[in-house]
T-cell receptor, first 115, second 110 residues
């Protein structure tokens, strides 16, 4: 099956620093990548949808200057949490599809803790 | 954005009992997918339903898509401890945005 690799799996940082999370599709070209945020015992909240070579589409209420998404190639998307604050602490998880409306393949997620 | 609600939010069952989770969308869905997330893990795709009224089975799991394509259900027969996790439905209204339901957390008591 298709594999999506996400790094790092866990990061602890000081308030005010920026954190970059990478999401790679290892054995397929991802037409679209999605970034989700998940709080403990809650659902996945879609943050943004990105397509290779174009600007990401952010969901309402998600600050695009705060959560920078770069989809530089068909196999790599990055999420940068800029000037992180404690309220940004959360589980961030990426996913990818090979074909539109096909199933999602998820990365293993990144637990971000901002001190 | 689209709202996809699931009930119940939590369900505790004795091993061997049946379990059902229901998914309701505020808009018509072109398709619906179901995912399972084990504690500490990431969501894993279970199945996709496309046709109105479609019913699909995977061993002890039965998935159904409503006639109006706005609701769906997942039924597990004779639950086992390996069924523990949170079950999410997800469906794009149009285009390729994937919105997840609120999820149902299943606990199976041995």
């Amino acid at each position: 099956g298709a594999v999506v690799s996400q790094h790092p799996s866990r990061v602890i940082c000081k308030s005010g620093t920026s954190v970059k999370i990478e999401c790679r599709s290892l054995d397929f070209q991802a037409t679209t990548m999605f970034w989700y945020r998940q709080f403990p015992k809650q659902s996945l909240m879609l943050m943004a949808t990105s397509n290779e070579g174009s600007k990401a589409t952010y969901e309402q209420g998600v600050e695009k200057d705060k959560f920078l998404i770069n989809h530089a190639s068909l196999t790599l998307s990055t999420l940068t949490v800029t000037s992180a604050h404690p309220e940004d602490s959360s589980f961030y998880i990426c996913s990818a599809t090979r074909v539109n409306n096909e199933k999602l393949f998820f990365g293993s997620g990144t637990q971000l803790s901002v001190l | 954005g689209q709202q996809v609600m699931q009930i119940p939010q939590y369900q505790h069952v004795q091993e061997g009992e049946d379990f059902t989770t229901y998914c309701n969308s505020s808009t018509t869905l072109s398709n619906i997918q179901w995912y399972k997330q084990r504690p500490g893990g990431h969501p894993v795709f279970l199945i996709q339903l496309v046709k109105s009224g479609e019913v699909k089975k995977q061993k002890r799991l039965t998935f159904q898509f409503g006639e109006a394509k706005k609701n769906s259900s997942l039924h597990i027969t004779a639950t086992q401890t390996t069924d523990v996790g949170t079950y999410f439905c997800a469906g794009p209204p149009t285009g390729n945005q994937f919105y997840f339901g609120t999820g149902t957390s299943l606990t199976v008591i041995p």
